[in-house]
């Protein structure tokens, strides 16, 4: 099992270290806030993951491919909230400076910031299939299945933590390198790039 682990956080390594919408995110945040003010958005990208993996297991993926209008109804979910947050950083006007404490009012709440990353990756209806596919050949089908995938989660959940905490530190090294309007294109940078995202997401087919 201890050998299985091992390839399966490996896999879940390169699959997490592959920018896409959290990564950009996390990145986004770290440049803004600092690694502490982005700490809530990695805690949002960990439950996601628990519960892609909770939906596998229950079967969720397999829902969204065999169903169009449910995986319809993820997708343009995801699409409209990532052109949504997209816009939001390009149209950021700034305030990207270290954080004097909590008091700075023009910082976005812990509350905001969880919730950002918990939405981008929860309404990809990508990370269902791709669980559903991925997770089934690491559990053994002749042992109890469910702790199977509690342990499975855990170890992706903490692969990715580590992950996207280097991808926030990467950030917040751009804040203190770069002058605020480096740091605001980069911001925009990644904006423009959710919306890329987003549109590649929109032309994204069920595969029947």
């Given at each position: 099992?201890?050998?299985?682990?091992?390839?399966?956080a490996f896999?879940?390594?390169?699959?997490?270290?592959?920018?896409?919408?959290?990564?950009l995110?996390?990145?986004s945040?770290?440049?803004r806030?600092?690694?502490?003010?982005?700490?809530?958005?990695?805690?949002?990208?960990?439950?996601?993951?628990?519960?892609?993996?909770?939906?596998?297991?229950?079967?969720?993926?397999?829902?969204?491919?065999?169903?169009?209008?449910?995986?319809s109804?993820?997708?343009?979910v995801?699409?409209?909230?990532?052109?949504w947050?997209?816009?939001?950083?390009?149209?950021?006007?700034?305030?990207?400076?270290m954080?004097?404490?909590?008091?700075d009012?023009?910082?976005p709440?812990?509350?905001?910031?969880?919730?950002?990353?918990?939405?981008?990756a929860?309404?990809?209806?990508?990370?269902?299939?791709?669980?559903?596919?991925?997770?089934?050949?690491?559990?053994d089908l002749?042992?109890?299945?469910?702790?199977?995938?509690?342990?499975?989660?855990?170890?992706?959940?903490?692969?990715?933590?580590?992950?996207?905490?280097?991808?926030?530190?990467?950030?917040?090294?751009?804040?203190?390198v770069?002058?605020?309007?480096?740091?605001?294109?980069?911001?925009?940078?990644?904006?423009?790039?959710?919306l890329?995202?987003?549109g590649?997401?929109?032309f994204?087919?069920r595969?029947?």
């Open positions: 099992m201890s050998q299985t682990l091992l390839i399966f896999i879940a390594f390169v699959t997490a270290a592959t920018p896409g919408p959290t990564v995110l996390a990145l945040n770290g440049s806030l600092g690694w502490r003010g982005a700490l809530p958005g990695l805690f949002g990208a960990v439950l996601s993951d628990f519960i892609l993996v909770g939906a596998a297991a229950l079967g969720l993926g397999a829902l969204l491919a065999a169903s169009e209008f449910w995986f109804v993820v997708k343009w995801g699409v409209a909230y990532l052109v947050l997209g816009i939001a950083l390009i149209r950021s006007k700034g305030s990207l400076s954080p004097e404490g909590p008091a009012a023009k910082m709440s812990a509350h905001t910031v969880f919730m950002r990353s918990f939405l981008v929860v309404t990809n209806p990508k990370g269902y299939l791709f669980v559903s596919a991925f997770l089934p050949q690491f559990i002749t042992q109890a299945q469910w702790p199977q995938y509690v342990v499975l989660a855990i170890v992706f959940a903490a692969v990715d933590f580590v992950v996207m905490f280097g991808y926030v530190v990467a950030g917040a090294q751009a804040l203190r770069l002058r605020a309007k480096g740091v605001l294109w980069l911001e925009r940078f990644c904006g423009g790039t959710l890329v995202l987003a590649s997401l929109a994204y087919r595969q029947a």
